[in-house]
């Protein structure tokens, strides 16, 4: 079991863009000016590797990485062995197994290369068996019921297929993290599994197309990561910030994003210094970061890298988060990479850009040049349309978290029910095709997809559309859920789970018919019949479109994070990711259990944080401003015998009401919150949370939020919403 997590993955995921053989440098302390020179320079990469490691032992490595095969001894020891003299040589010190347990963070212990020597000093040493295996004591770390108390070790297997990378003093072993049972407690080991039936059943269906020399079909990820930046001093007068990491209290500034001057607006110098900064630190860890701009809203921003092999991306997106919360602390900046930091502005989401490629470098999701391209094109395709369909709810739990929850479903992007924006031409294609209609774009002819009569409809034939959760954009989908502080991982473990399931189903269906053409003519027909329900082309931000999609369509509208968990239970569900052995049944189950924990216990800190702020800072503030109104009353009638001091008591009456509402709101928050305590089910609390806790902080932020519109500035006991979105310049 722990074997299968170490080797599982069979298919080599070098980084696409990569340009191996470079020359290493080993001086990367004196930092040249160009980024060729110095990029992936903490990296023990394919040139790292190739120029330190005997030959022998290079070649068994990389056939490890390319095909899965087992390591044996001598070569982990000399891995181990030139690992230890490149990081010593960069400065490290330490060693750690840095793995994705379900906290959605990474977890690393860090062990010194130091052992004693006979003369009283120390020697550095790193064994084969240190890096293949760890077992740090895993008992605190969720595992929803996996592993009782008293198996408490866990153990970490390496990961070769993702390089080892140095960070601050530490040589960082990408690993995947198991049970003494041998089940998953991260988020590596199920993607690894995902990616790998996903090869297995792609390769089926390729070579039904008479590609002999695929070796192997990895999945591209490319996720677009959208944060905030504000200014530290800022950050660390709000608790809300501190605990919680988003606001939960604050009025509406005068100006928001309706100007649309932000996005894509000239960086400002602070950002852009951190910008730079951000990009030296992810460049040197190999980190493609390729893309920078503002977003919609006042302080948002955007990085995007180049795409990678999944398991690659989602390692690289942790770092990515890590380093941008690090780099900012240096900037007197904190980057806030919660899904809705502020109310009334965009939220931040993730765009996870999927697609799959072969070892002979095609893009299977790119219509081709000669019609057979296109009929392989087309199935892939109906695969991606009846993934989607099939299994909208699992699309949909992988992104569930109480901070999505504010973006998803809410009045903002996307909707919470899934849809595919396919594009016009594509939409046609298929209305052609079903239809044995013929198709009035660039070919007319009736279609029959036997490949001689194809249509030859172009590349890239897509036109944008925001507003789509699902969207095919030319080459890739781009699935728009994905939270901004979410691992990438649990999106493409279902989406690599579904598209294998269907894949599978064809090939089933395809392999060893006597007449391919019109078996595959039927078959993506039928396909596009049963699931074009999920393509839908339009405004997908419209109440008329949510209510033909559940109306009329019958798909999913699951808007809250415990309707989105339940659906994991459901036996289709749970029948395919166990089949294709992604997940054990065992371990659905403790997903299941997890996830909603980290659900309630994130909305609790968050009630018990809104019951804190207005107990402790803002009835006492709004108090005192009341105190100097009166005493202004006082003595402007003392001054003017009579004076009717309108304004002032208008005021008072005011704010004398909000501060018993105030009042009001924060015991009832304070006692559901207690109330929930005793609620033993973490299915029934979750739902206590949906259905009362959410409301009640609604309502205290309501009445908190309209005292801060009548208090004078110099009273609030926190910076405002203009102060942080408008404050780093
Ligand atoms: P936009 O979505 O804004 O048009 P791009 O087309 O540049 O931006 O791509 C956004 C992201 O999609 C980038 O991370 C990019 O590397 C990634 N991407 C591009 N092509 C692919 C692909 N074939 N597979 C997966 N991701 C891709
Ligand atoms: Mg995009």
């Not at 052992?115 to 550095?124: H, L, T």
């Not at 009736?446 to 789509?468: A, I």
């Amino acid at each position: 079991m722990l074997h299968d997590a170490i080797f599982l993955f069979i298919c080599v995921s070098k980084p696409a863009g990569f340009r191996p053989a470079a020359g290493f440098r080993k001086e990367f302390f004196i930092m040249s000016t160009t980024v060729s020179d110095y990029f992936g320079s903490l990296v023990f990469d394919d040139r790292v590797m190739r120029a330190k490691l005997p030959s022998s032992v290079y070649d068994s490595l990389k056939k490890t990485i390319d095909e899965g095969a087992a390591l044996d001894t001598h070569v982990a020891n000399a891995v181990a062995a030139a690992m230890r003299d490149w990081a010593v040589e960069h400065g490290a010190t330490h060693f750690t197994h840095w793995f994705q347990p379900l906290t959605g963070v990474t977890a690393e212990k860090h062990d010194s290369f130091i052992s004693p020597s006979p003369d009283g000093g120390v020697i550095m040493e790193f064994s084969g068996k240190e890096l293949i295996q760890g077992e740090p004591d895993a008992s605190s770390f969720p595992s929803g019921g996996l592993r009782a108390t008293f198996e408490a070790r866990g153990y970490t297997a390496w990961d070769p297929t993702s390089y080892a990378f140095i960070k601050g003093h530490t040589l960082c072993i990408p690993t995947a993290f198991c049970s003494y049972g041998g089940e998953a407690l991260d988020k590596k080991t199920p993607l690894l599994r995902s990616m790998q039936a996903l090869n297995k059943q792609a390769l089926r269906v390729l070579k039904l197309f008479g590609n002999e020399d695929v070796k192997c079909v990895r999945p591209c990820v490319g996720p677009e990561q959208e944060y905030f930046l504000i200014d530290k001093d800022m950050y660390e007068k709000r608790k809300d910030l501190v605990f919680c990491g988003r606001t939960l209290f604050g009025a509406k500034p005068p100006k928001g994003q309706e100007l649309d001057d932000h996005y894509f607006g000239v960086i400002k110098p602070r950002v852009e210094a951190y910008m730079e900064d951000l990009n030296q630190e992810l460049w040197k860890l190999g980190i493609l970061a390729k893309t920078e701009h503002n977003e919609v809203a006042p302080a948002q921003h955007e990085l995007a890298p180049i795409f990678s092999v999944a398991n690659i991306a989602t390692d690289h997106n942790q770092l990515t988060m890590e380093i941008m919360q690090k780099v900012a602390s240096r900037h007197g900046l904190v980057c806030l990479l919660a899904e809705k930091p502020f109310a009334g502005v965009n939220g931040s989401g993730k765009h996870n850009n999927w697609s799959l490629a072969t070892d002979t470098g095609l893009n299977l999701f790119k219509p081709g040049d000669t019609p057979y391209e296109n009929a392989q094109f087309l199935l892939f395709l109906c695969a991606a349309i009846q993934s989607v369909d099939n299994y909208q709810d699992l699309l949909r739990l992988s992104v569930a978290t109480a901070g999505n929850d504010h973006r998803l479903g809410a009045n903002e992007a996307p909707p919470a029910v899934i849809s595919i924006f396919l594009g016009d031409e594509l939409t046609a294609v298929l209305d052609a095709i079903e239809n044995d209609a013929p198709y009035s774009g660039t070919e007319k002819t009736v279609l029959k997809l036997g490949v001689h009569v194809l249509p030859k409809f172009t590349r890239d034939t897509t036109d944008r559309n925001r507003t789509s959760p699902f969207a095919f954009t030319g080459n890739k989908f781009e699935f728009r859920m994905v939270g901004s502080s979410d691992s990438i991982a649990c999106a493409n473990i279902m989406l690599n789970a579904s598209m294998a399931e269907t894949l599978k189903e064809f090939a089933d269906k395809l392999e060893g018919v006597t007449d391919f053409e019109s078996a595959l003519h039927d078959l993506i027909k039928e396909a596009i019949k049963a699931h074009k329900r999920i393509i839908f082309n339009g405004n997908g931000y419209d109440d008329a479109w949510i209510k033909e999609a559940t109306e009329k369509r019958g798909l999913l509208n699951l808007r809250t994070t415990p309707d989105a968990l339940a659906t994991i239970l459901e036996k289709k569900n749970v029948d395919m990711l166990t089949s294709l052995k992604v997940f054990s049944e065992a371990e659905i189950r403790s997903r299941y259990e997890i996830c909603l924990e980290n659900y309630c216990k994130t909305v609790n800190i968050e009630g018990l944080t809104m019951v804190d702020m207005a107990r402790k800072e803002i009835l006492p503030a709004v108090e005192s401003y009341l105190a100097d109104l009166s005493g202004t009353v006082a003595a402007k009638s003392a001054a003017v015998p009579g004076l009717a001091c309108k304004y002032e008591k208008d005021l008072i009456t005011k704010l004398s009401a909000l501060v018993d509402e105030i009042d009001a709101a924060t015991t009832a928050l304070d006692s559901t919150l207690v109330r929930l305590k005793a609620v033993p089910d973490v299915t029934d609390a979750a739902y206590v949370i949906r259905d009362v806790v959410l409301q009640k902080m609604a309502e205290l932020r309501v009445v908190c939020d309209e005292a801060e519109t009548y208090t004078a500035a110099k009273y609030w006991p926190f910076p405002t919403y203009g102060d942080l979105l408008f404050g780093v310049r």
